[in-house]
């Protein structure tokens, strides 16, 4: 199918269709906020948010997920997987970088099955930013459209008309789109539009300025090893690990097993972890690898700007904002850090 | 397998916390399967003087108190402090902040200098006798006794989480309460509650005590980033940070 042009309330009939017919989370509001969510209804879905609180990997890597279920006596045990498929509406580019890279990480040395069964069950419809939040620096990171980027199914852009262009990307799109048949297809002028709205976003999308090249991040973090910078943040920081929850390239997780009443059978799950957290670095033994407050902190910067680097060759810091907004201590704004460094003499 | 025999004891508190238990329900049910409870005031008549796990709520406020904990732990192989009047000595330390004799004439008016109604600085259970586990909140989660004991059962030692509020707070995808210009004790109190207050629109009053290591630094400096002082923060504290 081709590249359509639909007006509003098409989309909403075609969104309500789909709520009617598959499992769909989209961005709604939350309080004063956004987050994905189980979607009823059209009206509820809102495309002109400008950051979900959580990113999206929340359906890839859930919070807490059960990956097997056990019986101690008798050893047997089976992997559980989730099997339903699901669609994942209005996702910002920055976030499907963000899973895009994770797909990366949960392939790279072993596969896991937990995640990729969900991701392969999953159609993405990423949906260009309407709203820039007060933190992003997407752009950045050359991440404030999907120029040049895939993983996605559909894209889909708001024009200064108020139409919608919605660009179907792979065979899932196509599908997910049959709905969308009779809508005209775009004509050069909306993707014209299109794509000056795409070049305004490459300049909004940058409420901080990062003053080096993302791809020079990795030098610049192997020479700042001790820059005084570390210590003087860390003494905020209060662990809380919220830089790492919000963040859509953490996905550090603990496994841990909880028993029924029987004390026969039980489950193992999987729940989110963090490296700011205390015990994070803590082995069997009593002994801790990052007993310290600032080697805690610094640890984050270096594995977005370096580790990921290294180990995929991606910075995996895609300038959502987020962890801007969730440290409520003020300190955890990888710009801010990252100039810094940069000012010190090489 | 022997079941453990199980006690449970209360103090000074509102017991609030045995009703948790008592509203496990099913959950409780299974629960007895496994253990043997030998007395529980609020739930049977029984009484014993022989168990393996003593399960203490209150706080100790006189010196008669204090003796009758210090011979339930002498019979106990394993403590359990359960709640945050006995864990931290919860909002009856409050009382430390006044003058005793004023606190009981507030109280009791003219019976006041009745032997009966003596009293004394308020203490949590671990200032007068050891230990062994702690089961915070005001009042507690159910499913954190249901962990501890289901640990003390197959022989691992409980692990009570050890990072801040904030964690489970930002798994529940809430909104921030300094977002709305609140000032919220989750950084530095010790999570376990799946952030109950703010996930229901209210900042955390700091009921399960703070984390080891709590940043007090960080929260009095971050005081003056939202506009509010050192004093607000203390303010705050009051409630379940008295000593
Ligand atoms: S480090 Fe911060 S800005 Fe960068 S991707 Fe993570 S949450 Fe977003
Ligand atoms: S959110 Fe801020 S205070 Fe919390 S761990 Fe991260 S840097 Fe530290
Ligand atoms: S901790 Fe709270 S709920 Fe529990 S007994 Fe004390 S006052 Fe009551
Ligand atoms: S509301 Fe409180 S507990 Fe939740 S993230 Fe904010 S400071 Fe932490
Ligand atoms: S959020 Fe804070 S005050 Fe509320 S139950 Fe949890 S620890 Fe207690």
């Given amino acids: ?346 | 397998m022997i079941k453990p025999r199980i006690a449970i004891f209360d103090f000074a508190c509102c017991e609030g916390c045995q009703l948790q238990i008592v509203n496990m329900e099913e959950e409780l049910l299974s629960l007895l399967e496994h253990v043997q409870p030998v007395e529980w005031r609020e739930a049977m008549s029984d009484q014993s003087d022989d168990y393996d796990i003593a399960i203490v709520e209150g706080s100790i406020t006189r010196e008669e108190d204090a003796n009758r904990l210090r011979e339930i732990r002498k019979r106990a192989k394993t403590l359990i402090a359960l709640g945050a009047c006995a864990t931290l000595g919860g909002v009856n330390k409050l009382k430390n902040l006044f003058d005793l004799e004023e606190v009981k004439t507030a109280v009791y008016a003219e019976s006041a200098s009745l032997p009966i109604l003596e009293t004394a600085t308020v203490q949590a259970l671990h200032e007068v006798v050891d230990v062994d586990y702690r089961i915070e909140g005001c009042p507690i989660d159910a499913a954190e006794l249901t962990y501890v004991i289901k640990c003390l059962l197959i022989g691992r030692a409980p692990a009570p989480p050890n990072y801040p509020v904030c964690v489970e707070c930002k798994l529940a995808e809430n909104v921030c309460r300094y977002d709305y210009d609140e000032i919220c004790l989750g950084p530095i109190t010790r999570a376990g509650c799946r952030a109950r207050c703010p996930s229901n629109a209210f900042w955390c009053f700091g009921c399960r005590g703070p984390v080891d290591d709590p940043n007090v630094h960080a929260a009095t400096q971050v005081m003056e980033q939202y506009g509010k002082t050192v004093e607000d923060l203390k303010v705050k504290l009051t409630l379940f940070g008295t000593q």
């Fill in chain 1, 1 to 346: 199918m081709g590249i359509k042009l639909v007006a509003r309330a098409r989309l909403d009939a075609w969104v309500d269709s789909l709520v009617q017919q598959q499992t769909v989370y989209g961005a709604q509001a939350k309080g004063d906020r956004f987050a994905f969510d189980r979607l009823e209804r059209a009206s509820a879905l809102r495309l002109d948010y400008d950051v979900t609180i959580l990113p999206p990997k929340k359906y890839f890597q859930p919070q807490r997920e059960v990956i097997m279920r056990f019986n101690r006596k008798t050893v047997e045990f089976e992997s559980v997987i989730d099997e339903e498929p699901f669609v994942l509406f209005g996702v910002h580019p920055y976030d499907m970088v963000a899973i895009s890279q994770m797909d990366k990480v949960f392939t790279m040395n072993q596969f896991d099955k937990h995640y990729m069964a969900r991701r392969a069950n999953a159609t993405i419809v990423v949906s260009s930013v309407e709203t820039a939040s007060s933190s992003v620096f997407a752009a950045c990171m050359n991440n404030a459209t999907m120029r040049g980027k895939s993983g996605h199914d559909v894209l889909i852009t708001k024009l200064p008309s108020g139409h919608y262009v919605v660009d179907p990307r792979t065979e899932k799109g196509d599908n997910l789109c049959e709905g969308l048949a009779e809508a005209p297809e775009a004509n050069a002028e909306a993707l014209d539009a299109r794509e000056k709205v795409l070049n305004q976003n490459e300049k909004s999308l940058r409420k901080y300025e990062l003053r080096v090249l993302p791809e020079d991040l990795p030098a610049l973090l192997d020479r700042s090893r001790s820059h005084p910078v570390w210590q003087e943040k860390a003494e905020l920081c209060y662990s809380c690990g919220s830089c790492n929850f919000v963040c859509p390239t953490c996905y550090c997780f603990d496994v841990e097993d909880e028993m029924g009443w029987d004390m026969e059978t039980g489950h193992r799950v999987r729940k989110w972890d963090g490296c700011m957290l205390v015990d994070f670095a803590a082995v069997a033994g009593g002994h801790n690898f990052r007993s310290k407050r600032s080697a805690r902190y610094s640890h984050r910067y270096y594995r977005k700007g370096k580790y990921s680097w290294d180990t995929y060759g991606e910075i995996s810091c895609v300038g959502c904002g987020r962890c801007i907004t969730a440290c409520t201590a003020n300190i955890a704004n990888p710009v801010e850090i990252f100039n810094t460094l940069a000012e010190a003499p090489q």
